[in-house]
């Protein structure tokens, strides 16, 4: 199964600041996905990484907050931008090898904004 | 709308015995069924997966049911060690092995903590 890396694991930010989260799997995947997981919350889809492309986001979240980037099939990044306290969360990003859709998840990055 | 749900936030369960973590889902067009197990600071980690042509699908302690007609899973761990003290998830999507957009997305539930007393 892939290995997948997150930088920061953590951050504590201020509000109306943009914080990158960077996900790096070791080796080339098919379809990457950024999730977030609320305080005592499900992981919910932000949006699909597409390489090359746009990224494909879920009801609930746009282009401006979030912008995704994909330059290539091991590498992708989330922005959360403008955050305000309500964006603390933990981001996830996932990668899925082959056919099955059995997505293997980064560690995290567990993100506080004051 | 929650069309993925664990209604047991937490469970306890003695050492040696069985857990069974039950997840409920609303959405007939899930086809394959997934669970993962999430330690605290680091990201879910797949157990177990499941598609809608199997009622079980049985890995060493772990054993997925599927119940079609109830819309209905669940995981047993037998015998629960210690170590499987951790947060659980189900999760399900729509169409298995079909690399069209969407069709990996992973609908998950609200977890269930299990915790194995010793």
């Known amino acids: 199964s892939a290995v997948i890396s997150q930088k920061p694991s953590r951050d504590i930010c201020q509000r109306g600041t943009s914080l990158t989260i960077q996900c790096q799997v070791d080796?080339?995947?098919?379809?990457m996905f950024w999730y977030r997981q609320q305080p005592g919350q499900s992981l919910t889809l932000i949006a699909t990484?597409?390489?090359?492309?746009?990224?494909?986001?879920e009801s609930g979240f746009v282009i401006d907050k979030f912008p995704i980037s994909r330059p290539n099939l091991t590498f992708s990044t989330l922005t959360v931008s403008n955050m305000s306290p309500e964006d603390s969360s933990i981001y996830l990003c996932s990668a899925l090898q082959g056919l099955y859709n059995e997505q293997f998840f980064g560690p995290g990055t567990r993100l506080t904004v004051l | 709308d929650q069309q993925v749900k664990q209604n047991s936030p937490s469970l306890s369960v003695q050492e040696g015995r069985i857990s069974i973590l039950n997840c409920d889902y609303t959405n007939s067009m899930f086809d394959y069924f997934l669970w993962y197990k999430k330690y605290p600071a680091e990201g879910p980690t797949f157990l177990i997966s499941i598609s809608s042509i199997k009622d079980k699908n049985e890995d060493g302690r772990f054993t997925v049911f599927l119940n079609k007609s109830a819309k209905h899973l669940s995981l047993h761990i037998v015998p629960s060690q210690p170590g499987d003290s951790a947060v659980y998830f189900c999760?399900?999507?729509?169409?298995?092995?079909?690399?069209?957009?969407?069709?990996?997305?992973?609908?998950f539930g609200q977890g269930t903590r299990l915790t194995i007393n010793p």
């Open positions: 080796s080339q995947v098919t379809m």
């Open positions: 990484a597409n390489q090359g492309s746009e990224a494909t986001y």
């Open positions: 999760a399900a999507s729509a169409i298995p092995g079909i690399l069209i957009q969407g069709a990996q997305k992973l609908v």
